[in-house]
């Protein structure tokens, strides 16, 4: 449905229709457990765009962030969240430098765990 609204939206001209919440509120909806707080594992849902039905948590594996940042996206406090659940810098690079690196949040997010090193 989305790749309909997508070129709906590139054919008439206009921003597509997409919702603006994080992979978190797919999660909430299914009743998926968060897999960030039930066991520790890394997760971008708080800074995904939803889409995908939050496949990945559903599986008990975190977000990759295929769907990409989503608008305003707070990296820094989920980077701060993670550290503190015992994340190291490098994981932290990694998650961040996946599908969509090229972003600017994902991107940023990714130099600023980088530099501690």
């Known amino acids: 449905m989305q790749l309909v609204e997508v070129i709906s939206a590139f054919l008439g001209n206009r921003k597509p229709n997409t919702p603006a919440h ?4 797919e999660c ?3 009743g998926t457990v968060c897999v960030m707080v039930s066991q520790g594992t890394m997760c971008l849902g708080p800074v995904t765009h939803e889409g995908c039905g939050a496949l990945c948590p559903t599986y008990n594996r975190g977000c990759y962030g295929c769907f990409g940042p989503k608008e305003n996206s707070n990296t820094d406090s989920l980077t701060s ?3 503190k659940s015992g994340k190291t ?3 932290m690079v990694l998650a961040f430098r996946n599908f969509n690196a090229g972003s600017e ?3 940023n997010a990714s130099e600023v765990n980088e530099k501690e090193n």
């Open 22 to 25: 994080s992979t978190c509120i």
């Open 28 to 30: 909430k909806r299914r």
């Open 81 to 83: 969240w993670l550290k």
């Open 89 to 91: 810098s490098d994981e």
């Open 105 to 107: 949040a994902f991107s």
